[in-house]
C-alpha cells in the first residue's frame, strides 16, 4: 500500500479531486501555502493499493497544468520598480510512501 502526497495548485484541486473520485480513490485535502510566491496549494492524501499508484499519478498530471504568472518584484533600480517576473505556477509536487498499517474504522 502506498500513501500519496500531491501538492497542487488551488485553481487545479476541483479538476483533480472530481477526477480521482469518479475513478474511486478517495483523498483528504489539507490547505496548504507555497514557501516562493505564498499562494494557496492543496495537499491531498491518498491512499492507494501498489497497483493502483501509476493510474492514481496519471489522473492528478492530466488534471494539473503548468501557466505563466507575472509577480512583482521589489528591487527599484533609480525612481523605477523593477519589472515583474515571470514564473511558471501549476502542475504537481507528488511525494510516494510506503505505508505500513492502514486502519478505517
Avoid: W
Amino acid at each position: 500500500m502506498k500513501l500519496i502526497f500531491a501538492v497542487i495548485n488551488d485553481d487545479d484541486f476541483r479538476g483533480v479531486s472530481d477526477a480521482l473520485n469518479t475513478a474511486g480513490h478517495q483523498s483528504t485535502r489539507l490547505s496548504s501555502t507555497g514557501g516562493f510566491l505564498r499562494s494557496g496549494n492543496s495537499t491531498l492524501l491518498i491512499c492507494v493499493e501498489d497497483e493502483q499508484l501509476e493510474d492514481c499519478i496519471e489522473i492528478i498530471k492530466h488534471n494539473c497544468r503548468k501557466r505563466k504568472q507575472y509577480v512583482p518584484t521589489t528591487a527599484v533600480r533609480g525612481n523605477f520598480a523593477a519589472r515583474p517576473l515571470e514564473v511558471t505556477i501549476g502542475g504537481a509536487t507528488i511525494f510516494v510512501t510506503d505505508v505500513d498499517r492502514f486502519e478505517k474504522f
